[in-house]
């Protein structure tokens, strides 16, 4: 299995650009996050789904849009990127509730100018 | 919502020494308590969690402590080994989201 994986690595964003980042995870996990990580900050729920078709809100989820049409696949969208959203992007599964292990990608770098 | 607080931000430490980390929460309802390790440039990678239905978990050189009275929980690591060093982030939950702490940057000297 490859786990949780996330696309792009890294990306530089001009102020006002969109973009979408990746994630698939292939154990099969109802659960999945987006999760975004400032230094020093720890780690901020963005957005959550507890299954394919649903959605709900995190710590944080201003500035951001996520789908979730398959069990699969949970990208996130930022739309008019702003140097407030420069950061690293962690995606994450669990397999069936919040309280279990969860599985993080290798994360997504994030800079906006 | 849920706050947590994780102390202390950096803590160096000789190799073989043990090192503790403490977190409070603030909501009563809270019921799982899980520890995260994060290497340099890597992803957090659970190590150890716990439960509010037991006050204790150990795995080999690592242990949790929970408080709920107090609404504390430690993270305990003893005969620390230079691949010790890293991020440590604790985190509290009672249903759907984590709340993780600000992390805790751990430094093992040879």
């Known amino acids: 299995n490859a786990g949780v994986t996330q696309t792009p690595k890294f990306r530089i964003l001009k102020i006002g650009q969109s973009m979408t980042l990746q994630c698939t995870q292939d154990?099969?996990?109802?659960?999945m996050y987006w999760y975004r990580q400032d230094p020093g900050m720890g780690l901020k729920l963005i957005y959550y789904?507890?299954?394919?078709?649903?959605?709900d809100k995190g710590e944080v989820p201003n500035g951001y849009n996520v789908s979730r049409s398959t069990t699969e696949d949970f990208p996130l969208r930022l739309e008019l990127a702003a140097p407030s959203q420069t950061s690293v992007y962690f995606c994450?599964?669990?397999?069936?509730?919040?309280?279990?292990?969860?599985?993080f990608g290798p994360g997504t770098r994030l800079l906006v100018l | 919502g849920e706050n947590v607080e994780q102390h202390p931000s950096t803590l160096s430490v000789q190799e073989g020494d043990s090192a503790v980390i403490k977190c409070t929460y603030s909501?009563?309802?809270?019921?799982?308590f899980p520890w995260y390790k994060q290497e340099l440039g890597k992803r957090p990678q659970l190590i150890i969690d716990?439960?509010?239905?037991?006050g204790e978990k150990k795995d080999q050189r690592i242990a949790v402590t929970l408080n709920k009275t107090a609404k504390h929980f430690s993270l305990h690591i003893t005969e620390t080994q230079p691949e010790d060093s890293a991020v440590y982030f604790c985190?509290?939950?009672?249903?759907?989201?984590?709340?993780f702490g600000k992390g805790t940057m751990l430094l093992v000297s040879p």
């Open positions: 789904s507890v299954g394919a078709g649903i959605t």
């Open positions: 985190a509290a939950s009672r249903g759907s989201t984590l709340t």
């Open positions: 716990i439960r509010s239905n037991v």
């Open positions: 909501d009563s309802a809270s019921n799982y």
């Open positions: 994450a599964s669990s397999p069936s509730t919040v309280q279990e292990t969860q599985y």
């Open positions: 154990m099969n996990h109802n659960y």
